[in-house]
Every structure is written in structure tokens, then in C-alpha cells.
Antibody, heavy 122, light 113 residues
Framework: QVQLVQSGAEVKNPGASVKVSCKAS????????MHWVRQAPGQGLEWMGI????????NYAQKFRGRVTVTRDTSTSTVYMELSRLTSDDTAVYYC???????????????WGQGTLVTVSS | DIVMTQSPDSLAVSLGERATINCKSS????????????LAWHQQKPGQPPKLLIY???TRESGVPDRFSGSGSGTDFTLTISSLQAEDVAVYFC?????????FGQGTKVEIK
């Protein structure tokens, strides 16, 4: 069965970086884009970026450009999201979510990871 | 960016009654070349990740009960729960996947009256 298993909760100091992983199983890794979405406490969902696991190309939300880096390791079917220069506003649950690759046709997110809580506090 | 606006922010419905959630996009998410609306609905129960319920505005994901239905086109969409069950207590989000950045509504919390 499809699984997106994320790394565990993190506590970081302001100014630090965090790297969250999302390990995929149960499907062909390169056949699905992977997105990152975050949810601050009691808030809605905010899209951060996308990676094409096949070639590694990425696209990021304007808000996070220069601060976020999404990478993948095809040998372990794992996607990583690194966010730098953390502030208290980055305290949130971070989710990975997959999207079927169909040329020139966007598709919905059909599976989500369980989420990773990142707390930024001194 | 396409702004998604849901209404209401919350609603309380009696068990077995109908729940209706609206979602409006700031620009059309209808692709006229294939007549598809790039609009999805996700359900998020407390402490859980979101779960896809409906895509293409009206297509139920596999395994989703048929009491959930989606309708609408262009900029105005509706999610209807025809007969609310206790397990439907959750926050519901609409999302457009017409373009990047993908954007979400602010969420509608559904509770039991």
C-alpha cells in the first residue's frame, strides 16, 4: 500500500535550519511529483514547493524562495525539504503530498504524509 | 495567485442532516480545452493529515462514501454531505490545482449540533 512516512518532530532555535524527510513506498517513486505543504497551529494549509523526482527539477512558492530547498534520493525513494533561517513564524506541521505525473495536466494530491511538527523556539 | 475563499468558517449540523460548504476562487479553474475543473476537496480530522475526498470538482476518490458530493464550475463550488455522520466531524478544505502555486481555502470546521 502507498505510504509516505515522514521524519520525527524537531525543535530548533531561531536562525537554524531544519531538514524533514519523506520516504515513499508502495508505488513507483518517479511517477509522482512530491509537494510540501505546511500548517501553522490552528491555521490553514500553505503550499511551499514541488519536486519532480524523475529529474530533480523544483519550483518554490515566492514566499520561500531563497530559504527552502527540496531534494530527492531516488535510491531510497526519499524526498527532503530543508528550510533555513528559521523564525517562530515557521512553527508548523510540515506535510509531503504526492501528485501523479501526467504531462501538461495537473492532478490533485492523492496521498499525504503523516506530518512533521517543527517548533522554533529559543 | 488564485485566492480560495470558503464559507462558512464553521457550521454545526444535526446527525443525519445535510451540510453544505461553499468555495469560491478568485479566477476560473475551468480548463475549457477539456472541460475539467481543477478543484479538489480534502478532509482533515483532528490530529490527522488531510485526505482527498473529491477531485475534478465532482469525482469521489475511491472509498469515499457517496454521502459526499461535489458540484460547481468555473469559480463557484460546493461540497455537500447529504446525511452527516459522527465520523464526518472534521475540517474541510478546497484546493485548486489549476496552476502553481497550489492554493487552499481557509477551511470549514464541521461539528455536530
Amino acid at each position: 500500500q502507498v505510504q509516505l512516512v515522514q521524519s520525527g518532530a524537531e525543535v530548533k532555535n531561531p536562525g537554524a535550519s531544519v531538514k524533514v524527510s519523506c520516504k515513499a513506498s508502495g508505488y513507483t517513486f518517479i511517477s509522482y511529483y512530491m509537494h510540501w505543504v505546511r500548517q501553522a497551529p490552528g491555521q490553514g494549509l500553505e503550499w511551499m514547493g514541488i519536486i519532480n523526482p524523475s529529474g530533480g527539477s523544483t519550483n518554490y512558492a515566492q514566499k520561500f524562495r531563497g530559504r527552502v530547498t527540496v531534494t530527492r534520493d531516488t535510491s531510497t525513494s526519499t524526498v527532503y525539504m530543508e528550510l533555513s533561517r528559521l523564525t517562530s513564524d515557521d512553527t508548523a506541521v510540515y506535510y509531503c503530498a504526492r501528485e501523479l505525473v501526467v504531462v501538461a495536466v495537473n492532478r490533485p494530491f492523492d496521498y499525504w504524509g503523516q506530518g512533521t511538527l517543527v517548533t522554533v523556539s529559543s | 495567485d488564485i485566492v480560495m475563499t470558503q464559507s462558512p468558517d464553521s457550521l454545526a449540523v444535526s446527525l443525519g442532516e445535510r451540510a453544505t460548504i461553499n468555495c469560491k476562487s478568485s479566477q476560473s479553474v475551468l480548463d475549457s480545452s477539456n472541460s475539467k475543473n481543477f478543484l479538489a476537496w480534502h478532509q482533515q480530522k483532528p490530529g490527522q493529515p488531510p485526505k482527498l475526498l473529491i477531485y475534478w470538482a465532482s469525482t469521489r476518490e475511491s472509498g469515499v462514501p457517496d454521502r459526499f458530493s461535489g458540484s460547481g464550475s468555473g469559480t463557484d463550488f460546493t461540497l455537500t454531505i447529504s446525511s452527516l455522520q459522527a465520523e464526518d466531524v472534521a475540517v474541510y478544505f478546497c484546493q485548486q490545482y489549476f496552476t502553481t502555486p497550489r492554493t487552499f481555502g481557509q477551511g470549514t470546521k464541521v461539528e455536530i449540533k
